[in-house]
T-cell receptor, first 114, second 116 residues
Framework: DTGVSQDPRHKITKRGQNVTFRCDPISEHNRLYWYRQTLGQGPEFLTYFQNEAQLEKSRLLSDRFSAERPKGSFSTLEIQRTEQGDSAMYLC????????????FGQGTRLTVV | AQKVTQAQTEISVVEKEDVTLDCVYETRDTTYYLFWYKQPPSGELVFLIRRNSFDEQNEISGRYSWNFQKSTSSFNFTITASQVVDSAVYFCALMPQSYNFNKFYFGSGTKLNVKP
């Protein structure tokens, strides 16, 4: 397995446009996470999937954000009506089920809203 | 509150020097895990080490070692004989077990520059 992959790696969009990011986790992992990382900060939790069920969402995830994981495989994160404050690195991670298991992260999608 | 503090924003060392990265955490959970991740310029976070709250034994793994002290809520990470390839941002992370999934709380990171 080649690890967690994310697409695109970079996205520049105009304010007000919608964007969608894709994450392909490690195939055996049933847990999938999205994190957001702004410049000079550590990643912050956005949302979590166990298979296809979205079980937890952070208050950071406004109603302009939506995430899906159809069939418990890949996941998409959509941001509607982007704002400049959405500019960040969006990281996807996956893990096995189990207490304290480490997560494997993708290389992220860097979003710039102009 | 769940919080991780990495007071060192940036550290510069010369190759072959030892370097210690500091991490202080806050949690009310009695069961938790602590992690160190490395983020090279390519962007992905790479898992380095994990320690659970019931195991304060400090270990060495290759050039990496860690010092976990519950009494001071610290989880420091040391790289021995640093190499240029160690240059990256290092994140300490807390995973409390009060959630039904593995949620990370990351510190703000320490950028390590290893000069030849």
């Amino acid at each position: 397995d080649t690890g967690v992959s994310q697409d695109p790696r970079h996205k520049i969009t105009k304010r007000g446009q919608n964007v969608t990011f894709r994450c392909d986790p490690i195939s055996e992992h049933n847990r999938l996470y999205w994190y957001r990382q702004t410049l000079g900060q550590g990643p912050e939790f956005l949302t979590y999937f166990q298979n296809e069920a979205q079980l937890e969402k952070s208050r950071l995830l406004s109603d302009r954000f939506s995430a899906e994981r159809p069939k418990g495989s890949f996941s998409t994160l959509e941001i509607q009506r982007t704002e400049q404050g959405d500019s960040a690195m969006y990281l996807c991670a996956s893990s096995y089920e189990g207490e304290g298991t480490e997560a494997f992260f993708g290389q992220g999608t860097r979003l710039t809203v102009v | 509150a769940q919080k991780v503090t990495q007071a060192q924003t940036e550290i510069s060392v010369v190759e072959k020097e030892d370097v210690t990265l500091d991490c202080v955490y806050e949690t009310r959970d009695t069961t938790y895990y602590l992690f160190w991740y490395k983020q090279p310029p390519s962007g992905e976070l790479v898992f380095l080490i994990r320690r659970n709250s019931f195991d304060e034994q400090n270990e060495i793994s290759g050039r990496y070692s860690w010092n976990f002290q519950k009494s001071t809520s610290s989880f420091n990470f040391t790289i021995t004989a640093s190499q240029v390839v160690d240059s990256a941002v290092y994140f300490c992370a807390l995973m409390p077990q009060s959630y039904n999934f593995n949620k990370f709380y990351f510190g703000s990171g320490t950028k390590l520059n290893v000069k030849p």
